[in-house]
């Protein structure tokens, strides 16, 4: 039998799943992927707390659909991703290494120079659908700052663990971790 925790979030409610980090720590997942809902409501949620902004970047790849909502519904019609690998038609790439709670080995984030170009003396908004360590967001600030943008909020729709302490993040609901029998931990 499946453990599951019910997220309260947006106004509506996901059964989330428990899964293995470790022998001693369980953690939500909360997936957006292929929610249309979902991710709309946390979009509509989060820009009504978003500061103002010019550019939106998020990290590859659960942060896209929110990115690209919180874009649709603002009326913008471009955002940013830091992509996990260069792709053909990048230019002068930028890189960052990052350690994901979610992710068994180190991963690479990177920009072209047309993103560093969108970014550069731009009020940059750093979306996410979950911080957790912050080690995404982290590599994602690293980032901007040598594109030259000016990082004026980072936004998660769901902050995890020690995430929920950090005064320099602005989100909708804490998720709690989990000790291995399904209860939250203290």
Known sequence: MSMTYPLHIAGLVRDLPLCPVNDKLYIGAFVIFGDVELTQACARELLKVAPEYDVLITAESKGIPLAYEMARQAGHNEYLIARKVPK??????????????????????????????????????IVDDVISTGESLRAVETLVEKAGGNIVGKMAILAEGDAQNRPDLIYLEKLPLFNPDGSIME
């Open 88 to 125: 053909l038609y990048m230019e002068n790439v930028f890189t960052v290494n990052v350690n994901s709670i979610t992710t068994e080995k180190q991963q690479t984030l990177c920009i072209d120079q047309k993103d560093a170009n969108a970014m550069k003396g731009k009020r940059v908004l």
